[in-house]
């Protein structure tokens, strides 16, 4: 018996080459032009510049050796590393929420909270950030924190409660210092936020909320389980940024006494007069941490791309 | 005679200054499957959207299962505990799995237990025949299998009313069988509904009673076989040659 012949088009072929070459002399000649670029700097740092780079300086304000206990401590920069951490955390999650409520505040129906979000962002938007951090520092929170003598309810508690203070916002005796710092922080970025999230729940579709609606949802649980999950998810990529920037905007506070990072970096820096080993080492660090969150967004992105459309 | 479940009289609704419904009296029975057909603007989604106030009526009045609509948010909210509907886009919640999408409302609007709200989820699945899709996300499936996994959703609800608006529209043409099978299931099942939808060989299999509306206004109502055989108005007749040539 005669076998019917194979239609072509049953059989699937790989595609014939590449479409594109991933490589060409325009490749060479722009990497040969930064390549140039990057010797001609290094010659003039090291030739006309003629800076004597001195590492070993830093490394003992990193860490030292206590003579007295035996062993090494973290010193200034690993204690402002840890500032500098714990305000990165808190401030994302405070920024977020302030930034949540905020946005939906923005969407509202009621004027005042319509009213009172759009004023909080217009104010915050529009004035330098330095400006802001004095203005809300020394005018507003220094009359406001004192009173709550939140120093003496921490010298109250337990050893063990004083521990976990110290762990998660740092010296008992600074506490206020951190507080403020954070507070400033965390309004300051969460206009931005509130910006971010408002655009979010602008771009669900509204035939979604009709949906929920149908099925007989509360408005809370419209909110809830339909619009703001998706809201957040499609603005993943500029929240990222806005933490980012946070954690880079960390380094303000340091104008007004908080001990974090930058502070103590000034601080070595004065004590050295090591200018460049102290700043790009410190850059290196803020580097790291602002990549290793930008990279933990990406994959919170790729998790969530089998849902998007 | 059975008593009315849906009514309608003197409905009224403006959009701006544009009146896209006038005058509409209609009442639907226990267990009547309407289907309304119309030129596209004629205010049949208008009207069917009404019924569980997606939109507002401006003026007459709606009693939905003994409950009349009006501002108060328990009368809307006990309406729409009874009332399913199924959209032309589908919309479903594109973050949450099949599965999930089917057992949320139940949880959140019917206060069920997980355990139950999933039993009766994979049971609508099933009967929408596709269980084997619970885990994926709507994206991952076909607008036919979108569709009925929107109708598995409002049927886990257990309403005693459906509407469906236009839930073929969207739909390829090898997709909207199997679509218009699963409604014409629930149609032999005895559930009440009220179809928007121009598909008109599925109102002659299914329905009890055609509307054919026209500029915000009842033209027409009668049997399938009385509306398509002998149209009253010209304005009907006009409308189903135009698209009985197809």
């Known amino acids: ?153 921490v010298a109250g508690m337990s050893s063990t409660g004083q521990w976990w203070v110290h762990v998660f916002f740092g010296s008992p005796k600074l506490i206020d210092n951190f507080l403020l710092g954070l507070l400033c922080l965390s309004i300051f970025s969460g206009a931005y936020v509130t910006e971010i999230v408002r655009a979010g729940l602008e771009s669900v579709p509204r035939s979604q909320i009709e949906a929920g609606d149908s099925l007989g949802f509360s408005r809370l649980d419209v909110m809830r389980f339909v619009v703001l999950p998706q809201a957040l998810r499609n603005v993943l990529p500029p929240m990222a940024g806005q933490f980012i920037q946070l954690i880079k905007d960390s380094s303000l506070v340091s104008l007004v006494s908080i001990q974090e990072l930058t502070f103590m970096a000034q601080d070595v820096q004065v004590t050295t007069q090591r200018v460049f080993e102290v700043f790009v080492f410190v850059g290196v660090i803020y580097f790291v941490i602002c990549f290793a969150l930008s990279r933990l967004f990406a994959s919170l992105e790729q998790r969530y791309a089998q849902a998007n459309r | 005679m059975p008593s009315n479940i849906i009514e309608l009289r003197g409905v009224n609704k403006w959009f701006g200054n544009l009146q896209v419904l006038k005058d509409i009296d209609l009442s639907v029975t226990q267990g009547e499957r309407m289907v309304i057909c119309g030129p596209s603007g004629s205010g049949k989604s208008t009207l069917i959207r009404c019924i569980n106030r997606l939109e507002q009526h401006d003026e007459g009045s709606i009693v939905v299962d003994g409950i009349t609509l009006d501002e108060n948010t328990e009368h809307v909210t006990a309406i729409r505990r009874e009332v399913g509907m199924v959209f032309q886009s589908f919309n479903l919640f594109p973050h949450l799995t099949v599965l999930e999408n089917c057992v949320l409302p139940q949880i959140r609007a019917r206060g069920s237990s997980r355990k139950d709200a999933t039993a009766k989820a994979m049971t609508y699945l099933e009967r929408v025949r596709i269980p084997e899709q619970a885990a994926k996300f709507p994206a991952q499936l076909s607008g036919g299998q979108q569709q009925r996994v929107a109708i598995a959703r409002s049927l886990c609800m257990e309403p005693k009313i459906m509407l469906f608006d236009e839930p073929t529209s969207a739909l390829d043409p090898e ?68 698209i009985l040539e197809h």
């Not at chain 1, 019917?4 to 990497?31: C, I």
């Open chain 1, 1 to 153: 018996m005669a076998q019917a012949p194979k239609l072509t088009s049953d059989v699937t072929r790989a595609r014939p080459g590449p479409r594109r070459r991933p490589w060409g002399w325009f490749d060479f000649v722009l990497l040969a032009a930064v390549a140039c670029f990057c010797v001609y700097l290094a010659w003039r740092t090291n030739v006309v510049f003629k800076y004597n780079w001195e590492w070993s300086t830093l490394w003992p304000f990193v860490f030292r050796f206590d003579t007295e206990a035996g062993k090494w401590v973290p010193n200034l920069i690993i204690e402002g590393l840890l500032t500098t951490l714990r305000l990165a955390i808190w401030g994302i999650l405070l920024a977020g929420i302030i930034g949540t409520l905020m946005g939906l505040a923005r969407n509202s129906q009621r004027l005042l909270l319509r009213l009172i979000s759009g004023l909080y962002v217009m104010l915050i938007r529009n004035i330098p950030p330095v400006v802001f951090v004095f203005v809300f520092v020394f005018f507003i929170a220094s009359q406001i924190m004192p009173k709550l003598a939140l120093g003496d309810v």
């Open chain 2, 175 to 242: 997709m909207i069988k199997e679509v218009l099978d699963v409604i014409v299931d629930l149609a032999q099942s005895g559930m009440t509904m009220v179809c928007v939808t121009h598909e008109m060989g599925f109102a002659r299999k299914v329905a009890d009673t055609v509307v054919f509306m026209d500029g915000g206004r009842v033209i027409e109502k009668a049997p399938p076989q009385e509306l398509f055989g002998n149209p009253q108005s010209d304005r009907t007749k006009q409308f189903l040659s135009q």
